[in-house]
């Protein structure tokens, strides 16, 4: 033992007051070092000069008690919570309750705006016919406005709804909800949400502006239009919209491109969707909320719009919770990779070069990005672009096989235009 | 030499470990308390109650040995009647969160030893501002009226006042263990309680103490 630890005992042993089981070892070193049998040598001197000192205490003084009673009877005695009166204890419970009721009604909307995806232009809604047949299964209802057609969800699940059963033939808009939410609000029945989602703008496909280039971005659908887009595409509102990625490219390979892919779509739907089952006669009109006036603001849709949403699979599903993520966490490069490499293993090129665009606006400076976007662009049909990346790209310094990589993808493509 | 603290409060079947106040127990008769007497437990309850009455009876009860530490730490009379009401009325107002878990005399010491050792902080501070004042020349004063030479303190031939005045010198933490443990008889264990500390924390103050007054006292053996 040394003689540091050994000394906190030194005191109960000079008193004879050490534990039996400390008594020995401490002997044994007393005994073995000099320097501590001398402190103990000092310590006992003191305690025996303490023990033998008289120092008195005061007495007190007669009227002390007195004294104290007076000033006892001038002072409250503090009760403890436990002890409390019964009106003290309903007084302080009906004050919290009073306390949760101001904080939940002042916190509750916030949450529950917290809860919802933000709003987007293009949100349909649609004013189904009266007596539409319903999907199987599902519980028929109308919101009390009869703007939105409303069906129960499973808990847990990502479902899209095909809202063209409501009026068959007519168009189609996708509906969802996120796993394990609750109903948004104004959702006219407790357990269900139904959503239309806001990419999925006939009206827009229609006319052939700019919001062919939603469809790929509408979670876990794939939507067909019937129409050919036509006319140039308009200004970006979105930055993984089309337009944002046209405003980078040619406009013309880019509508180009937009054509083929709905003509490919009016094909199939023609070929391959069978006439769903519903009443006979002129389809109901649909409505659709204005883009900018918002949901009140209910304009009518061309009637030659056709759309069918065809239901995900989980790796669709995987895209569509990333995508909601994306809406909550705009700037998230955590959310923004996660999703490009959802799109690149879809081959959805498009969204994959808007994804990665994103990610070299918040990170300009990252070589890999730029390396990524070139890439993304040459999938995505669009050399000039992808020349840009990569050049881009070697500036900024990659290294060993990238940069290799990167000069080998970039001779090829100043090649192509000579051959 | 009689040690006026062994004199005081015994009570049937109690140890030397008196001085201190009554029913240490608390449960009254069944441990020790005198027939007739009711326990401190009991006066406890009937205070939490309400009665004050019973409450001046624990003033009875504790008043020596509450004051047998605090007149040993401060220097006048008037400044020990003020601390040993103002414990009495802090422990009065705090009896409702008293709990049967400890001692009354563990409980009402602790209060004691918290209020002296707070009322010593605070009459430091005030004592430094006015003797710090050079216009008064009150500290050289207190100086020299308080504190004799070593030399002035033997010719006096009073080794007790000698230990006093060692004693007072010690810092409060330390003075107040010593002045419990050598001249209230309190054990280690029970210092521990009152001041919430470990049992090694009192020995080491307690060593600390005892190194300090044994270099004063040797030194004023040296200077006679």
């Excluded at chain 1, 000069?49 to 008690?65: G, N, V």
């Excluded at chain 1, 009721?101 to 916190?107: K, Q």
């Excluded at chain 1, 990170?363 to 040459?378: I, M, S, V």
């Excluded at chain 2, 504190?147 to 409060?172: F, G, H, I, Y």
Aim: with cysteine; aromatic share 6%; proline share 7%.
């Amino acid at each position: 033992m040394r003689c540091a630890k050994f000394r906190k005992y030194l005191i109960p042993y000079a008193e004879g007051s050490l534990p039996p089981q400390l008594l020995e070892r401490v002997e044994r070193h007393v005994t073995a070092c000099g320097s501590c049998a001398q402190e103990l040598s000092s310590l006992s001197q003191a305690v025996e000069a303490l023990r033998q000192a008289d120092y008195p205490a005061m007495e007190p003084a007669p009227d002390l008690r007195s004294r104290v009673m007076a000033q006892i009877a001038r002072v409250p005695v503090r009760r403890p919570w436990w002890q409390a009166s019964r009106l003290q204890t309903y007084s302080a419970a009906a004050a919290g309750l009073l306390l949760f009721a101001i904080v939940g009604t002042t916190m509750w909307p916030l949450f529950t705006r917290s809860r919802q995806a933000p709003p987007r232009h293009g949100v349909e809604q649609v004013a189904p016919a009266e007596g539409t047949p319903v999907q199987p299964g599902l519980k028929e209802g109308f919101s009390p406005d009869r703007k939105v057609r409303t069906a129960p969800v499973e808990p847990g699940t990502l479902s899209v709804e095909k809202a063209a059963k409501a009026a068959p033939g007519e168009r189609a808009a996708g509906a969802y909800r996120e796993a394990g939410t609750a109903p948004k609000s104004g959702s006219p029945e407790t357990g269900v949400a139904f959503h239309f989602e806001p990419g999925i703008d006939a009206a827009k496909i229609a006319d052939g502006s700019r919001g062919e280039k939603k469809l790929p971005s509408a979670p876990g659908v794939e939507l067909y239009a019937g129409g050919k887009p036509k006319a140039a595409p308009a200004a970006p509102t979105d930055s993984l919209d089309a337009a944002g990625l046209a405003s980078k490219t040619s406009a013309a390979e880019h509508q180009r491109k937009m054509a083929q892919k709905y003509d490919h779509a009016t094909e199939r739907i023609e070929d391959s969707t069978p006439e769903p089952p519903g009443p006979a006669g002129p389809p109901a009109p649909r409505q659709v909320a204005d883009p900018v006036g918002g949901i009140g603001n209910i304009a009518p849709v061309r009637e030659r719009e056709e759309a069918d949403v065809r239901f995900g699979t989980s790796a669709q599903h995987d895209v569509l919770a990333l995508e909601l993520k994306l809406k909550e966490f705009p700037t998230s490069v955590t959310v923004l990779r996660a999703l490009l490499t959802k799109y690149t293993e879809a081959g959805r090129s498009e969204d994959e070069y808007a994804v990665v665009e994103r990610l070299t606006e918040l990170d300009p400076e990252n070589a890999g990005y730029w390396l990524a976007r070139a890439q993304a662009a040459e999938r995505a049909e669009m050399p000039a672009t992808a020349r840009a990346c990569y050049r881009r790209a070697v500036e900024l310094g990659l290294k060993d096989a990238d940069l290799e990589h990167a000069k080998a993808r970039l001779k090829a493509l100043e090649e192509k235009p000579k051959k | 030499m009689t040690n006026p603290k062994q004199e005081t409060n015994l009570l049937p079947g109690e140890q030397p470990a008196a001085g201190r106040g009554a029913d240490d127990t608390g449960v009254g008769k069944a441990n020790g308390c005198e027939p007739g007497r009711d326990s401190d437990l009991d006066l406890v309850l009937r205070a939490q109650a309400g009665e004050a009455a019973a409450f001046g009876e624990l003033v009875d009860r504790y008043q020596k040995a509450v004051y047998g530490i605090v007149s040993r730490m401060v220097h006048t009379r008037e400044d020990a009647d003020d601390l040993v009401q103002d414990v009495f009325v802090s422990a009065y107002q705090a009896i409702g969160s008293f709990r049967r878990d400890a001692k009354f005399s563990t409980w009402l010491h602790a209060i004691a030893v918290n209020t002296t050792l707070k009322r010593l902080k605070k009459m430091k501070r005030q004592s430094t501002v006015s003797m710090d004042d050079p216009a008064t020349g009150l500290a050289s004063m207190i100086r020299a009226e308080n504190n004799p030479s070593p030399a002035e303190s033997l010719r006096e031939n009073e080794q007790n006042k000698a230990v006093r005045r060692a004693v007072e010198s010690l810092p409060d933490k330390q003075r107040i263990v010593v002045v419990m443990h050598y001249f209230e008889q309190y054990s280690c264990e029970e210092i521990a309680a009152a001041l919430k500390c470990s049992v090694g924390t009192v020995w080491s103050r307690l060593h600390y103490a005892c190194k300090k007054l044994h270099a004063e006292l040797r030194w004023l053996e040296q200077g006679c």
